[in-house]
Structure formats: structure tokens, C-alpha cells
Nanobody, 123 residues
């Protein structure tokens, strides 16, 4: 049983930066691939990117590649999403999630989810 608790959401201006954190409880975090997802109003949830268990490989959706960075600190049971050059279209509820496998060329299949945190980018 793993619980994921995100933090760091809020309001930011266009072009600004924001860092989200996702703290995990339990003893399986270091063995889990992790991902970040978001859901904008009226749209389906989409994958932002993912990171493997050791933290040495990442995957990103084309929409955020070059602007967002996923990292993790297994000693702290925490995964991060650094968001730079934010745009109004990045406004969404952001979720962290875990999966059983990491894939080099696509997002994880999330098997457990954290609660969402709101990110709003003003125009």
C-alpha cells in the first residue's frame, strides 16, 4: 500500500516556473516507476512524463519536452516535476502516479494515484 501526496501547486504568471513534489509513503517507492499526469478543464487526463525506479531515465510528452523536468530522490521517497516557461495552456490539475513498469518510449501505465493539485497559469 502506497500513498502519494502532491504539493507545490498554485498560481503563476506566464513564463514563470513552478516545482511540484510528490511524497510517497510505504516501502516500495524506490522500486516503482513514477509518472506525472494532468487534466485540464473539459479534457481527458494526459501523461506529462515518467521516470524509472533508479531515476536515470525519463520520458516526456512532446507538449512539455524541453520545459518540464522529472526527477526523484529515493532517499526522501519523493518525485519532483520542475515546470519552466509555463503557458496558460498548462493550467490543469496535476497528478503523480506509480506504475509497475517503466517504458523508454512511452508513459507508464499508472496503477496507483495521488490526489490532484491545481496549477493555474495566468495570461
Amino acid at each position: 500500500q502506497v500513498q502519494l501526496v502532491p504539493s507545490g501547486g498554485g498560481l503563476v504568471q506566464t513564463g514563470g516556473s513552478l516545482r511540484l513534489s510528490c511524497a510517497a509513503s510505504g516501502r516500495t517507492f524506490s522500486n516503482s516507476a513514477m509518472g506525472w499526469f494532468r487534466q485540464a478543464p473539459g479534457k481527458q487526463r494526459e501523461c506529462i512524463g515518467s521516470i524509472n525506479a533508479s531515476g536515470d531515465s525519463t520520458y516526456y510528452a512532446e507538449s512539455v519536452k524541453g520545459r518540464f523536468t522529472i526527477s526523484r530522490d529515493n532517499a526522501k521517497n519523493t518525485v519532483y516535476l520542475q515546470m519552466n516557461s509555463l503557458k496558460p495552456e498548462d493550467t490543469a490539475v496535476y497528478y503523480c502516479a506509480g506504475g509497475d513498469r517503466y517504458y523508454y518510449r512511452r508513459c507508464i501505465d499508472a496503477t496507483y494515484w495521488g490526489q490532484g493539485t491545481q496549477v493555474t497559469v495566468s495570461s
